[in-house]
C-alpha cells in the first residue's frame, strides 16, 4: 500500500527534475584554474618572462532561466595564484627562485547560457564577458602593485544534472581571456621588481574546470 502511494510522487518528482522555464538558480562552486603567460619582455633591459601559477578557485553563479534552453547567468569568482618565472626563461640561472610575487584574479561576469537539452541531464554551451580586478604583488616586500580592472571573455561547456526539482550538480569547463595592462604598472620589470616597462603579453588565457550544486526555486 505504502509503495503505490510512494511510487507516483516518486515518478513526479524525477519528471520535475529538469530545466524549469522561470526558474532562478543559484550555484555555489569550486574549481582549479590553469594558468598561462601573464608577462613578457624578450628586450634587454633585464625583463623577463612570467607566468601565472596553476591555482583553485572558488565563486558563485547566479542564473535565470527565459526558457527552457536559453538563460542569464551571472558569476563571481575569485582564484588565489602566484606569479612564476617561465621555466623557458633561463636568464638568471637555474638557482633564481621560480616563485616572483602572488596573483589575485577577481572575475565578474554576465553571460548567455544555452541548455543543449531541458531533461535531468542537460549539457549546455556558455558565453559571457565582463572585468577582472588584478591584484600582483612583488615577493621583493615592495609592497602591492596597484590594482587593476581589465576586460575578460569567457566561454564554456558543462552539464547539469537534476537530482529533484530543486537540487542538482554542475560541472563545467571554461575558458578566460582577460586583456592585460600597457600601463607600466604591471608591465615586465628588472630584477628588483622596481621597474616596469609596458611589453606585456596582450592577454591573460586560462582554463578552468569546476563542479559545484544547483539549487532551483
Known sequence: MWLSLLLPLAFAATAA???????????????????????ENDGPDFGRDVEADDAASYGLRLGYN?????GLELQVSRTDSELLRDESDDRFGEG???????????????????HIGSGRVAPYLTLGGGVTKIEAEAGNGSGDVEDEFRLTGSIGLGAKAYITKAIGLRFEGRGYGTSLPRDGVVGSCNPSFDSCSDTSRDWLINGEVSGGLVLAF
Not at 17 to 39: C, M, N, T, W
Open 17 to 39: 527534475a529538469q530545466v524549469r522555464k522561470g526558474a532562478f538558480e543559484i550555484s555555489p562552486f569550486a574549481g582549479y584554474i590553469f594558468g598561462g603567460d601573464y608577462l
Open 66 to 70: 527565459v526558457t527552457r534552453h536559453f
Open 96 to 114: 633564481f627562485g621560480d616563485s616572483l610575487g602572488d596573483l589575485t584574479l577577481d572575475y565578474g561576469l554576465a553571460s548567455f547560457v544555452w
